[in-house]
């Protein structure tokens, strides 16, 4: 029951973005397309959660220790990605981001809003780690640099409710 839940969710939420043909295949996932890079949606029938997860850029062999502390400082208490959680392949240095939610705490306006937030995470991820692949920084996070706001209902990092 709850994957039907969560294509009704997913069609929702193209109604509401003017894509009247989004849906969620019978697996689940959903492929989208923001600002020429891909999000993607996943949905978790066992615990009847949804998963956000981004492929980010390939960690710069020369440089992939060093990226990877910078990566490994931004996933405490999620300081440095809003939420979600930055991973990676050692055996390919490709990254990514992910994020989680149970599906019953989501409508389409807020799957709407996650999805945005999420995205721009990934932006500023992708962003950081082509410049540290080029030779830039590879300083720790200041509380994600003033990228996007805190997932809605959560209080921003380095703050209290």
């Given at each position: 029951?709850?994957?039907?839940?969560?294509?009704?969710?997913?069609?929702?939420?193209?109604?509401?973005?003017?894509?009247?043909?989004?849906?969620?295949?019978?697996?689940?996932?959903?492929?989208?397309?923001?600002?020429?890079?891909?999000?993607?949606?996943?949905?978790?029938?066992?615990?009847d959660a949804v998963i956000l997860?981004?492929?980010?850029?390939?960690?710069?062999?020369?440089?992939?220790?060093?990226?990877?502390?910078?990566?490994?400082?931004?996933?405490?208490?999620?300081?440095?990605?809003?939420?979600?959680?930055?991973?990676?392949?050692?055996?390919?240095?490709?990254?990514?981001?992910?994020?989680?939610?149970?599906?019953?705490?989501?409508?389409?306006?807020?799957?709407?809003?996650?999805?945005?937030?999420?995205?721009?995470?990934?932006?500023?991820?992708?962003?950081?780690?082509?410049?540290?692949?080029?030779?830039?920084?590879?300083?720790?996070?200041?509380?994600l640099d003033a990228a996007p706001?805190?997932?809605?209902?959560?209080?921003?990092?380095?703050?209290?409710?």
């Open positions: 029951m709850s994957l039907s839940s969560y294509q009704a969710l997913i069609a929702e939420l193209g109604q509401t973005l003017g894509m009247a043909d989004m849906a969620a295949g019978e697996d689940g996932y959903v492929g989208l397309m923001i600002d020429g890079h891909e999000i993607h949606l996943q949905h978790e029938a066992e615990d997860f981004a492929r980010l850029p390939e960690a710069d062999p020369d440089r992939r220790d060093a990226i990877y502390a910078m990566l490994l400082a931004a996933n405490v208490f999620w300081q440095g990605t809003r939420g979600a959680t930055l991973g990676a392949d050692f055996d390919t240095g490709r990254v990514f981001l992910a994020d989680r939610r149970p599906r019953t705490g989501l409508d389409a306006e807020s799957l709407s809003v996650w999805i945005e937030q999420f995205a721009n995470v990934a932006a500023h991820w992708r962003q950081r780690i082509e410049d540290a692949n080029d030779g830039g920084p590879l300083r720790t996070p200041d509380a706001a805190a997932p809605s209902g959560m209080p921003p990092a380095g703050s209290l409710a």
